[in-house]
Structure formats: C-alpha cells, structure tokens
C-alpha cells in the first residue's frame, strides 16, 4: 500500500522554466512533508518542507506548496538549471520530529540546456 | 562537520548467508535511521535507534535487525538473506530534539545478492 505516490517516474524541463513536481498522500494523519533531492550515488538531500498548517513555504528558487483537502503537494523550481537534474523524493511523516519518513517512488527530473 | 558515514559501500553476498552493515552518524546526533532502496519501491524505513533503543519500526520481517552502540554508531543485519534483499541500504542521522531540522543520509551501502 503506497501511501506517498509519486506518479510521474520522470520530468524534462527546458534550462530557465519552472519544474513542477507532484506527489500524493492518502494517509490523512500525515502532518510533515519534505522533500529531497538525490544524486546517483549519493544518499538523498533535504530541500524543503513544510507542515500541514501551513499552504506554501519558500526558500530559494524552491517553493513547496501544500492542498490538505485535495492531499496533494507540490514542489516548483524557478528557473531550472541544469544543477538540478536529479531524482526528487518526496516524503510524509506523523510529525514534525517523526524520523519514520514515508516517501514516494521519486520523479527523475532532467534539465536541458 | 563530517557527515554520515556508511561502510562498507558495496558488499555482494549469496542467499542464506548474513551481512551486517555499519552507519556512523554525524557528531552530536543520536538517532539513526535505516531504508532500504529499491527500484520502484522508493525509500522503505527499517527502523529508528534513538539511546540505543528502538524507536521505531517499518514492516520488514524479523531477519532484519539492528542496533545501537553508545557512541550512537549503529549496525544493521540481515540474516539468511534472500534474492530480494538486494538493494541499497541508506542509513539517516538526526539531532532530534536537539535540532529542528531534519534528517541527514549517508551515501549507503550497494548491497547484491546473488
């Protein structure tokens, strides 16, 4: 039972667009969301995160944006750079503290110059 | 600050035998947490040590054990191990209620099963 679904396995974005990644829960209880970023060979890096009393957080070109009703997040890049081209994770726990993370399949996301 | 270490980096073992693997977190942080990777599986967690207690535990069945040394390294074994349990192993560092951020991984350990 996946409970944190990332649907799209990959993404190809022109260099200097927006990238938008989505991911879907069905764990209503889930109250902390991350997002992480992974290079092959290399473990995963957090980005961002954002709790569920809140609708959006920025920081950088990274912003999160948060739908409780619709259990739907999303993370935009702008611009894109090719720095970026990765496997995005995103993740859910019960709390903010919780070290039990639950993630999605990841989206491979690839910038073209 | 160095970060989180795991050794070692790729193991290849064959079914029935057992593995352990060794995660080192970062200094002054006492939990760590294991995931196991697997192609179109994501990260699945293992398990949280936080005190050299178990914390927290996912849905992996008994062969797979851990525990947590006083210096806060933590080991991770798998015992008669199976095809499916090739994957890589990740294991991830916090300070817990000693920071408010989040979790730090290690490079993980490639481990084949053959």
């Known amino acids: 039972?996946?409970?944190?679904?990332?649907?799209?396995?990959?993404?190809?974005?022109?260099?200097?667009?927006?990238?938008?990644?989505?991911?879907?829960?069905?764990n209503s209880m889930f109250d902390y969301f991350l997002w992480y970023k992974k290079y092959p060979a290399e473990g995963p890096t957090f980005l961002i995160s954002i709790s569920s009393i809140k609708d959006k957080n920025?920081?950088?070109?990274?912003?999160?944006?948060?739908?409780?009703?619709?259990?739907?997040?999303?993370?935009?890049?702008?611009?894109?750079?090719?720095?970026?081209?990765?496997?995005?994770?995103?993740?859910?726990?019960?709390?903010?503290?919780?070290e039990k993370l639950t993630f999605g399949t990841g989206t491979r996301l690839t910038i073209i110059p | 600050k160095a970060g989180v270490t795991q050794t070692p980096r790729y193991l290849i073992k064959t079914r029935g035998q057992q593995v352990t693997l060794s995660c080192s977190p970062i200094s002054g942080h006492r939990s760590v947490s294991w995931y196991q990777q697997t192609p179109g599986q994501g990260l699945q967690f293992l398990f949280e040590y936080f005190s050299e207690t178990?914390?927290?535990?996912?849905?992996?069945?008994?062969?797979?054990?851990?525990?947590?040394?006083?210096?806060?390294?933590?080991?991770?074994?798998v015992s008669t191990l199976e095809?499916?349990?090739?994957?890589?192993?990740?294991?991830?560092?916090?300070?817990?209620?000693?920071?408010?951020?989040?979790?730090?991984?290690?490079?993980?350990?490639?481990l084949t099963v053959l």
């Open chain 1, 58 to 98: 920025e920081d950088g070109r990274f912003t999160v944006f948060l739908n409780k009703s619709a259990k739907h997040l999303s993370l935009h890049i702008v611009p894109s750079q090719p720095g970026d081209s990765a496997v995005y994770f995103c993740a859910a726990s019960l709390s903010f503290g919780n």
């Open chain 2, 54 to 77: 178990q914390r927290n535990k996912g849905n992996f069945p008994g062969r797979f054990s851990g525990r947590q040394f006083s210096n806060s390294r933590s080991e991770m074994n």
């Open chain 1, 1 to 26: 039972d996946q409970q944190v679904k990332q649907n799209s396995p990959s993404l190809s974005v022109q260099e200097g667009r927006i990238s938008i990644l989505n991911c879907d829960y069905t």
């Open chain 2, 83 to 110: 095809l499916g349990d090739s994957a890589l192993y990740l294991c991830a560092s916090s300070g817990r209620w000693q920071t408010t951020d989040t979790q730090y991984f290690g490079p993980g350990t490639r």
